[in-house]
């Protein structure tokens, strides 16, 4: 019984051939959670496991594989003396899977090298950008990305890490989490590293806000690595500027209603609304006086109709929609 995982002193072949045979008798629960560390501990773990599991079911077969048994004769006969002493020390562990374990042994230390992958090598690059309308996309990785109207994400994949950068716009990301890679997404001047996550970020006007829904994110100084802070599921980082950030409880899906087709203005002028509007319109909105533009506004939108915000702050407001001969929209003092 394997309940953690193989000692550091022994080879990565006797390693990898223990955790085969505790997966050929089937693997306790302690085990189970053993192994999943064993995979997170090294990326060079889950390569191996990769590409040897799937010889290892073939091994049932090799009596009817001419090729199969020549290969596993031969190398247990090249590597005799160090599979009986693998064995030997595998004895107690195996019990009847002991046969199994020689030839499996036997196949992982005759079998060529592969070199070791370039942790620096990239494996993917994208970009998304979309133009008046939100768009979901899925990431190399497996991430989940939603990105808002006029939003830009790029997306690099290396051996070691993944990173993102949210240029402008605003994105929320469900991220495929893996321990031995983070996920790192740079906007605003920060560094916002997942922690097995659900999260939304804005980046624009110079403003960063960081919404968690759950899981954990820590925030962090992208040119020094100083942490900032570490939100939990219903904080909010918001930061504009060089001053310093600040994090106050939300209710993540009213702060990214955005998602749902909708934009909550609580106090907000009007011209920082209808910027927001303008997102979502291919026709933008205008302000016909400087007096409109300071005007605040409350209340839940339709992202996608402009036209009905501005019927709705008429009701409350001095205000009007002109349209001229051209089709462009301006609104002006009654």
Not at 241 to 269: C, H, I, M, Q
Request: glycine share 8%; net charge negative.
């Amino acid at each position: 019984m394997i309940d953690r995982p193989p000692s550091n002193a022994a080879s990565a072949e006797d390693e990898l051939a223990d955790w085969l045979i505790a997966h050929d008798r089937g693997l306790t629960q302690g085990e189970a959670l053993a192994f999943d560390r064993w995979l997170a501990a090294s990326p060079a773990h889950a390569l191996a496991w990769a590409e040897v599991a799937p010889m290892w079911e073939s091994f049932d077969h090799a009596d009817r594989n001419a090729q199969l048994g020549t290969m596993l004769d031969e190398a247990r006969t090249a590597r005799a003396l160090s599979v009986g002493r693998a064995m030997r020390r595998r004895g107690a562990i195996a019990g009847a899977g002991v046969g199994l374990s020689a030839l499996a042994l036997a196949w992982i230390v005759a079998m060529p090298r592969q070199p070791k992958p370039d942790p620096d090598a990239v494996i993917a690059e994208q970009t998304f950008a979309t133009d008046h309308r939100p768009a979901s996309y899925r990431l190399a990785d497996g991430t989940q990305v939603t990105l808002d109207a006029g939003s830009t994400l790029s997306f690099v994949e290396r051996g070691h890490d993944r990173m993102a950068s949210l240029t402008e716009g605003r994105a929320f990301l469900t991220v495929r989490h893996d321990p031995a890679r983070p996920f790192r997404v740079t906007a605003g001047g920060a560094s916002i590293t997942d922690i097995g996550t659900r999260f939304g970020i804005a980046s624009e006007r110079g403003a960063l806000v960081v919404t968690l829904v759950s899981g954990k994110v820590a925030i962090a100084d992208p040119a020094t690595g100083d942490a900032l802070v570490t939100l939990a599921p219903g904080q909010q980082f918001r930061r504009v500027g060089n001053k310093p950030g600040a994090v106050a409880p939300v209710d993540p899906e009213t702060a990214l209603s955005w998602r749902e087709g909708y934009l909550e203005f609580d106090r907000t002028p009007v011209a920082v609304a209808i910027a927001e509007m303008n997102r979502y319109t291919a026709n933008p909105l205008r302000i016909g006086d400087p007096e409109v533009g300071r005007i605040l506004v409350s209340g839940r939108f339709k992202s996608d109709d402009p036209e009905r915000f501005v019927r709705v702050l008429a009701f409350t407001e001095p205000v009007q929609l002109e349209i001229d001969d051209q089709g462009r929209q301006t609104i002006r003092l009654r």
